[in-house]
């Protein structure tokens, strides 16, 4: 037998003899994550009313437990202003319009100084200057030298007594330190029963927000963390090979 002959010889029965892989392994990266939208749609209606339950309830416990957990809070507030200078012919003096208005930007700070918050302490019964500065905030309305003074606390009483006493006890304190006299209250504090707080509305929409967003996040891990072969093709795709034939659906 010739060498070129046994070569070739060899070389078929080599061939023939070498193993073949029954399948081949998917050559994606198995970290990679797809979702199918089709897929994605169809889980979500399937799970529709599941949602819309979660929904619901998140919604009633966010208004309820607001409405009786929650307790309710009133404000009262009082305006301060700082009238300009008028000349004897009837016409305001600019420069004191323009001291008044850098004055504001102080006020808004010094209301709620400790000298003062201290004394609105002594007056209300309140235990530190901390409380009281809690309980007070502080506006201006733009352009303007109008301040208004704003306390809100779970006593409608205890409101309008903080914001009175901040109110007073700041203009007496301007006069006697700054000599600043021309500070007048336009709105004094009122007593008010009707409760600025908590907002049932507001939180029951959040709470529906957040269960909805729940339900879409169960759904959306559902679809990604489902690692069954769903039809012929993504089995092809997987194994490398050919689905030779495919059981009907019994279900139908």
Not at 133 to 157: G, M, R, S
Request: proline share 4%; with cysteine; glycine share 6%.
């Amino acid at each position: 037998m010739s060498n070129q002959y046994k070569r070739n010889f060899s070389l078929q029965r080599q061939q023939f003899t070498s193993p073949q892989p029954i399948y081949q392994e998917s050559t994606e990266d198995s970290d990679e994550v797809t979702i199918d939208l089709r897929e994605l749609w169809t889980t979500l209606k399937k799970h529709l009313g599941m949602l819309i339950l979660l929904t619901v309830i998140c919604a009633t416990l966010g208004g309820l437990g607001t409405k009786f957990l929650i307790p309710k809070t009133y404000a009262s507030s009082a305006s301060i202003f700082f009238t300009p200078m008028v000349s004897e012919s009837g016409y305001v003096d600019v420069n004191s319009m323009n001291s008044n208005e850098k004055l504001v930007n102080n006020v808004m700070t010094l209301i709620k100084q400790n000298n003062i918050m201290s004394q609105v302490a002594k007056d209300t019964g309140l235990g530190s200057t901390k409380e009281a500065a809690d309980a007070i905030t502080v506006t201006n309305t733009t352009n303007t030298t109008l301040v208004t003074i704003t306390a809100v606390t779970e006593d409608a009483k205890l409101s309008k007594d903080i914001v009175s006493s901040a109110v007073n006890t700041f203009i007496e304190q301007m006069k006697d330190t700054l000599n600043v006299r021309n500070i007048e209250i336009v709105d004094q504090p009122k007593l008010s029963y009707v409760p600025v707080g908590p907002h049932v509305k507001r939180n029951a929409l959040i709470g529906a927000v957040l269960g909805f967003g729940i339900g879409c996040a169960y759904i959306v891990l559902k679809v990604v963390l489902d690692k069954r072969l769903k039809n012929k093709e993504e089995a092809e795709k997987y194994l490398g090979i050919p689905v030779l034939c495919q059981l009907p659906d019994l279900d139908a």
